[in-house]
């Protein structure tokens, strides 16, 4: 095929609502965040297990992700993957229903390992759709609609999750009898009816992609040629992997303890409704920055809008955490408008001159989302012990490395 004059206006356009439903999806966890924390009494370090679950399932499942595209191919590896995420979904009813919070993080493991099968397959399907010199504004424009969804999911959220007031134990066992039973199901129906709803988006987009006539790329199946370790010898790959794993560390960091940090009287007191507002503006950045990224690199080189966004990323936190109030705020809320190219921009520079070994690249990157598992985790230890503001150190230091990235570690050595 020549990729030069084949259009694949209507691939790409089926394949955008993919990474919508991913990006609300996973923009969910935000509210599931706080929601749980309260709803089952837990510190930050605890309730930051929604997100160690959900994309410690990144690193498990990504290299054998990996082999499944190889092996099938792009588009039955994005069915498999949309239906695995919609068993996910459908295990928070039973998850809400019990109460059960070990319930609750093994269904977000199951979502969570779907949805890698997803990011396997489509981002180099994405990147492979026309010429090697638009990839990355390419990936750019389709992930915008990833951000469409990370922004609709907090309203969403907000609206169906947050709305009803969590109590805590003391509170319900003051409750009559009655009133318990009523709360209860108020409180798993908060839950349930939002993810059943996915289930059912989810299957029907597989239907749908079922059905779609979607091309076969020359090298979408890989031969097992026996020179897969071949991959970690590319330098700018395995300097990749950290960079998504910085990337996807450092964004999630910022969106699981943002509601928190807004509702601290120090910085802007909202309610918990008010707050996951804001963060829509947070994710709303995010996709505004994708639109403008991809037009912006036709011009400029990927790897330098890569540097300078993480740069400007670097002096908004620092100044967030010298100062508080509402400066603080904003501060941190401007960061999604910079945030916007770094996932797709830092997977395509990653896979550049990589051929036939693309799909296992992919897996191998994709391995790097696992630090949406751990800087959480370091996060919340911080503000345990410190506070939650100065906590915003750990993502601060990500981007340091992001910029790097962007100046030298992109460079392909092979």
């Not at 039973?94 to 199951?110: H, M, N, V």
């Not at 501060?331 to 990653?350: K, R, W």
Request: aromatic fraction near 10%.
């Amino acid at each position: 095929m020549n990729n030069k004059t084949i259009s694949y206006k209507g691939p790409l356009a089926l394949l955008t609502a993919l990474f919508f439903m991913w990006g609300l999806i996973t923009s969910l966890n935000d509210i599931l965040v706080p929601h749980l924390k309260s709803l089952f009494e837990l510190s930050y370090v605890q309730a930051s297990l929604v997100q160690f679950c959900f994309f410690f399932a990144y690193f498990v499942m990504s290299y054998p992700a990996g082999k499944v595209v190889s092996k099938f191919g792009y588009k039955s590896g994005i069915i498999i993957g949309l239906l695995v995420a919609a068993i996910g979904c459908v295990l928070f009813y039973p998850s809400a229903s019990l109460r059960s919070y070990p319930l609750f993080l093994l269904s977000l493991f199951i979502l969570a390992s779907g949805l890698t099968l997803l990011q396997v397959a489509a981002n180099p399907y994405v990147n492979s759709l026309g010429t090697a010199e638009t990839a990355a504004s390419r990936l750019n424009l389709t992930q915008a609609f990833n951000s469409l969804g990370t922004t609709l999911g907090p309203i969403l959220g907000g609206m169906f999750i947050l709305s009803t007031a969590v109590l805590s134990a003391d509170q319900i066992s003051q409750l009559p009898a009655g009133e318990v039973q009523h709360y209860l199901a108020s409180e798993s129906a908060s839950v349930q009816t939002p993810y059943l709803v996915l289930t059912a988006l989810l299957v029907l987009i597989s239907l749908v992609i079922k059905f779609s006539k979607l091309p076969v790329l020359t090298n979408e199946i890989e031969q097992d040629d026996g020179k897969e370790h071949s991959l970690w010898k590319r330098k700018h790959l395995v300097l990749g992997v950290i960079g998504i794993f910085a990337y996807v560390g450092a964004e999630v960091s910022i969106g699981s303890y943002l509601i928190s940090l807004l509702e601290r009287p120090e910085v802007a007191a909202l309610s918990a409704v008010d707050a996951s507002q804001k963060l829509s503006l947070y994710w709303g950045g995010a996709m505004v920055g994708r639109f403008l990224g991809s037009m912006l690199m036709t011009r400029i080189k990927a790897n330098r809008l890569l540097a300078f966004n993480a740069t400007i990323v670097v002096l908004l936190l620092a100044a967030a955490i010298i100062t508080k109030g509402t400066f603080s705020m904003w501060a941190i809320l401007s960061v999604g408008l910079f945030n916007s190219i770094m996932f797709p921009t830092i997977f395509s520079l990653a896979l550049n001159r990589l051929g036939g070994l693309t799909g296992r690249a992919s897996g191998v990157l994709c391995m790097g989302i696992v630090g949406g598992a751990i800087m959480p985790i370091i996060q919340a230890t911080v503000a345990d012990h410190a506070s939650l503001l100065v906590s915003f150190v750990v993502p601060l230091v990500c981007y340091i490395y992001i910029a790097w990235y962007g100046c030298k570690g992109y460079r392909p050595t092979v």
